[in-house]
DNA sequence: CGGATTGTTGAGGATACTCAAGTTAGGTGG
DNA sequence: CCACCTAACTTGAGTATCCTCAACAATCCG
């Protein structure tokens, strides 16, 4: 089976002794879901943690006046659903396929066993959570200090580092994108991304489409995410 | 020793066998803190990884531009300093006592001794990274969706709840808060900070002071931090 | 080709920031 | 114990950023 030679070289399970790594892949059970089909939703009880085989999710939140914030994007060999990791039984967000993509799913039940019985594991979950963890208030820092324009600068360039593909060019966002998509990750409207991207469409720095983008000078576009220039709006 | 058997009671070690106790107790080192007294600093090599006995600190980061933000508060029993776990040979922020403070410190060296060793240390600073990780969700949320007063709402109450001590007349927060401090949790300027605290005072939801909060109608803050009520700026 | 989703652009206005000038509280030293 | 000095806070006025509301245009998909 190619999906287990796959799974094997993720970096999440290349460090797993081989009879352990058996067992593990043993547990998990293989789904496919087509673009917009929702994997894991907000509130309901967490029976299964994943990993994102292929494809591209979405996980988000709904605050309780019913604004979205995307919390982040998976990417293939990236963990999702761990509510157990963070003591809770039920998913603290809704993940939502935004490309055909394929999960491997575990028991929710199986969490502690693993972490138990598998330190390399256990290593493994906590990178993960590390990594999250400076991402989260990455954004925090950049939500309270930054003005809008700096914000969709960095969520662009993060974008296309997580998830870009190279591409004459520059570097192509490799999943459908919408403005919304972007203000609800940086915390404005879809209106003001609209009005920054066509005014660093004009200056050569992307180039837009619908659900489509593309980073032409990713040097500039840091340039404005760390304030050292000033920005392309209100002219 | 007092201070053992203090720390032998922490949640943090409270499940850990005898003799892992003795050996993990061994290793460590107490050290005081006066108030204003820097404990570790961003950037520099983190060579060190704490428990926080007594007293309290604040974790700060400091942007590029030189702006603070206030990531969180340390209070008694909490791990902080842990680089390792972040994947970061450096301390991403600098914590300061903000009052006499006292903790306990191991070497880095011995984290990952620690985790392979110690399987319930692991879960326990697994489960330290996921409470962390979900309060720097809900700021992230709160920045991106939430009107400056609401925000400064939530950061009371967080404040209250998790630095806060019952006295007549409601929850004292239990350490020096300056309303630049609020400003620099909450994305916003001492300023408006002051405005909003005076506005609340009038209507009698706190009383304030010098580096000072004391917080007396906890349900009606809830309501504006929850958008249920109109919030008392603007009038 | 038609309907729906996505995106554009303009005008007006609110929130919260900046700038500025004071006031109060608290600690220190005479 | 009082005077002083500094840090913390208050309050006002003007304004920038960005949001809201609104109408329309483009693109996608079956």
Redesign the pocket.
């Given at each position: 089976m190619a999906e287990k030679a796959k799974i094997r070289s993720l970096p999440k399970f290349a460090h797993l002794p081989q009879g352990d790594f058996d067992q593990v892949y043993a547990a998990a059970a293989g789904r496919s879901f087509a673009a917009g089909a929702t994997v894991s939703e907000q509130g309901d009880v967490a029976t299964y943690f994943f990993v994102l085989l292929d494809g591209r999710l979405r996980v988000t939140q709904v605050t309780a006046e019913s604004q979205q914030v995307i919390v982040r994007i998976v990417n293939p060999g990236d963990l999702f659903g761990i509510a157990k990791a963070l003591q809770r039984t039920d998913y603290p967000g809704t993940a939502t396929a935004v490309s055909d993509s394929v999960v491997l799913s575990w028991p929710m039940a199986r969490w502690s066993d693993f972490m138990g019985n598998y330190p390399s594991m256990a290593m493994s979950a906590m990178q993960t959570m590390g990594t999250r963890l400076q991402e989260a208030q990455a954004r925090m820092r950049e939500l309270a200090t930054?003005?809008?324009?700096?914000?969709v600068a960095h969520a662009v360039l993060r974008l296309g580092e997580q998830s870009g593909r190279e591409e004459a060019g520059g570097i192509r966002i490799d999943f459908?994108?919408?403005?919304?998509?972007i203000?609800e990750m940086?915390?404005?409207?879809?209106?003001?991304?609209?009005?920054i991207?066509?005014a660093w469409?004009h200056a050569g720095l992307v180039v837009?489409?619908?659900?489509?983008l593309l980073l032409k000078d990713r040097r500039r576009l840091a340039l404005i995410g760390d304030g050292e220039v000033p920005?392309l709006?209100?002219g």
């Open positions: 930054e003005e809008v324009e700096r914000r459908p994108v919408s403005k919304q998509d203000a940086t915390g404005t409207t879809l209106h003001t991304v609209s009005r991207l066509t469409e837009g489409g619908q659900q489509k920005g709006l209100g």
